[in-house]
T-cell receptor, first 111, second 116 residues
Framework: SQKIEQNSEALNIQEGKTATLTCNYTNYSPAYLQWYRQDPGRGPVFLLLIRENEKEKRKERLKVTFDTTLKQSLFHITASQPADSATYLCALSNYGQNFVFGPGTRLSVLP | SAVISQKPSRDICQRGTSLTIQCQVDSQVTMMFWYRQQPGQSLTLIATANQGSEATYESGFVIDKFPISRPNLTFSTLTVSNMSPEDSSIYLC?????????????FGPGTRLTVL
């Protein structure tokens, strides 16, 4: 069955450093991979989408890579700020199908 | 983008009762999705609600327990029937940006349900 893993339940990082979150999957060949941010008590908010034929995507301080050979995506936040503290979810989908969400990583950026 | 509202935002219910959650979108969309997020866990898709047809349920979810209505392109309801404490969860609706399927998804704020 499909399985999505995200590195560690929680990640603590010092302000100004680069946070790197990992999303690994098995028994799946997604066409799309997305990253969402979720704050406590709120619904997830879309951040980035990357397609299977793309290696890297950037948006401001965010960068996502997608390695279909390793079955892995890395999500980087550069120059992290305390306001970046949240839970980050990866989600995978095939064409015309719904997204399957990973368990999430809770990021804390310490001042 | 789409703006999604849900009602109620939270509720505390007794075992054996039912609760209907409403989801309103500020634009017309073809597909709406209902998710459950249990405490400390990620999102699990319950069903996809298409206007004018029966909802499509994921494995482990059945229509008798989670009946869904989709009367028009901007509105849907999810009912949690005959509730038990195991149904305590956050229920979220979402829509895809294109309306044709799951590209970027926009989520409502969620309904926090506690079953005693």
């Amino acid at each position: 069955s499909q399985k999505i893993e995200q590195n560690s339940e929680a990640l603590n990082i010092q302000e100004g450093k680069t946070a790197t979150l990992t999303c690994n999957y098995t028994n799946y060949s997604p066409a799309y991979l997305q990253w969402y941010r979720q704050d406590p008590g709120r619904g997830p908010v879309f951040l980035l989408l990357i397609r299977e034929n793309e290696k890297e995507k950037r948006k401001e301080r965010l960068k996502v890579t997608f390695d279909t050979t390793l079955k892995q995506s890395l999500f980087h936040i550069t120059a992290s700020q305390p306001a970046d503290s949240a839970t980050y979810l990866c989600a995978l989908s095939n064409y015309g199908q719904n997204f399957v969400f990973g368990p999430g990583t809770r990021l804390s950026v310490l001042p | 983008s789409a703006v999604i509202s849900q009602k109620p935002s939270r509720d505390i219910c007794q075992r054996g009762t039912s609760l209907t959650i409403q989801c309103q979108v500020d634009s017309q969309v073809t597909m709406m999705f209902w998710y459950r997020q249990q405490p400390g866990q990620s999102l699990t898709l319950i069903a996809t609600a298409n206007q004018g047809s029966e909802a499509t349920y994921e494995s482990g979810f059945v229509i008798d327990k989670f009946p869904i209505s989709r009367p028009n392109l901007t509105f849907s309801t999810l009912t949690v029937s005959n509730m038990s404490p195991e149904d305590s969860s956050i229920y979220l609706c979402s829509v895809g940006s294109s309306g044709r399927g799951p590209d970027e998804q926009f989520f409502g704020p969620g309904t926090r349900l506690t079953v005693l």
